[in-house]
């Protein structure tokens, strides 16, 4: 079975510009989380989809927003981009969450604010 | 604010010998307790997860120990491989609604020689 794949790998934008960055997560598999890695704050918690529905949500500011389809798929974007924004995003996928199923990381998509 | 913290931001460890890893986490509400191993350039890793109805669950060379009294976690690494060198982090999960929320610790890097 495919892991959870999120695309593109590797970005490079410049402030002010907007991104979107997608993950398919594991076929069966409905939620989806998003977290922002950077080495001086670590791992943080974005938000969660469920049955195409945010069901929990970290502290951001409003220019990070996403999104789930239907068949599960994920969107994440970040408008008016800051260099602070630069980091490893990653997404993580379970089964259903009724008994807290184990997340399954992505191998992440790196972005460069320049 | 409540956090998952790590005692030793790194260990070293002769190859062979047995690896502890320490967390200390402050939510005394959190039930869902999980331990992520990352390489570089890879997204985490699940290996191991603990309710708080546990205080002990073993697998395949490790096991992860639960103390809700001084809310500590533990991750145990038996006969250490070079194999498994890399970044551990310890989460707990603080969504609502079922749903995932991990908040993750900022890691403790694990070295291996032989």
């Known amino acids: 079975k495919a892991g959870v794949t999120q695309t593109p790998r590797y970005l490079i934008k410049t402030r002010g510009q907007q991104v979107t960055l997608s993950c398919s997560p594991i076929?069966?598999?409905?939620?989806v989380s998003w977290y922002q890695q950077t080495p001086g704050q670590g791992l943080q918690f974005l938000f969660e989809y469920f049955s195409e529905t945010q069901r929990n949500k970290g502290n951001f500011p409003g220019r990070f927003s996403g999104r789930q389809f239907s068949n599960s798929r994920s969107e994440m974007n970040v408008s008016t981009l800051e260099l602070g924004d630069s980091a490893l995003y990653l997404c993580a996928s379970s089964l259903w969450a009724g008994d807290q199923e184990t997340q399954y990381f992505g191998p992440g998509t790196r972005l460069l604010v320049l | 604010g409540e956090s998952v913290g790590l005692h030793l931001p790194t260990l070293s460890v002769q190859e062979g010998d047995n690896s502890i890893i320490n967390c200390a986490y402050s939510n005394s509400a959190s039930d869902y307790f999980i331990w992520y191993k990352q390489e570089s350039g890879k997204g985490p890793q699940f290996i191991i997860d603990i309710r708080s109805n546990m205080d002990k669950r073993q697998g395949q060379r490790v096991t992860v120990l639960l103390n809700k009294t001084v809310k500590h976690l533990s991750l145990q690494i038996a006969a250490t491989q070079p194999g498994d060198s890399a970044v551990y982090f310890c989460a707990e999960n603080m969504g609502s609604n079922s749903g995932y929320a991990l908040n993750f610790g900022k890691g403790t890097s694990l070295l291996v020689t032989p």
């Open positions: 076929s069966g598999h409905r939620s």
